[in-house]
């Protein structure tokens, strides 16, 4: 497995991968409206599901599960532990102290510095929305063909500019991650 294949598209014939762009771009924006819309972190936990199983349904390779899991992981731990330091909503548990306030210097400058129940808890719901736009969004990018994403974009009237724009950028990301993978490889 190279690279460039972790980032293209597949071309399995599933149902997925036979929908129309359109159709496919039109449940990714309904998608992510949700996700603004819902705040319930059980429905927010059942999106996320969904979005799993349409990879499941999909066939989406195992090479390419091993990079949902680190994107889902690394989206989850890094909005949970941001929130968790920083939160400034009242009322707020600390529940470890990290740095004391009598702490010479960063004591002073940051008021102690510690973290939050409350945070936890918000920075999860947060990172259950991006983690589950970015499985959605990996969906529709590994199951399309960018000709078949162009040519909807193309029939809602979008400015061909932008429409071959977006569509270049799904289409040389591979390019771009072999790239990568070979400067890598050189460096070791």
Known sequence: MSFRQLWEGTNNDTFFSRLDGRTKLCVLFLFALIMVIVDNPRTLFILFSISIALHIAAGTPVYKWKVLAVFILF???GSVASQALFF????????LM?????????????????IY????????????????????????CWTSDPR????????WRLSPQISFM??????????????AGEVIIALQ
């Open 98 to 114: 990290l740095i004391s306030p009598a702490f010479p210097v960063l004591g002073a400058l940051t008021d102690g510095l510690y």
């Open 117 to 140: 129940q409350e945070g936890i808890v918000y920075g999860a719901i947060q990172g259950m929305r991006s983690v589950s736009m970015i499985v959605l969004g990996l969906l529709v």
């Open 148 to 155: 078949q994403l162009l040519k909807g974009l193309s029939s």
């Open 88 to 95: 400034a909503q009242n009322p707020r548990t600390p529940i």
């Open 166 to 179: 977006l569509v270049t950028a799904i289409r040389f990301f591979p390019v771009l991650a072999a790239e």
């Open 75 to 77: 989206g989850l731990w």
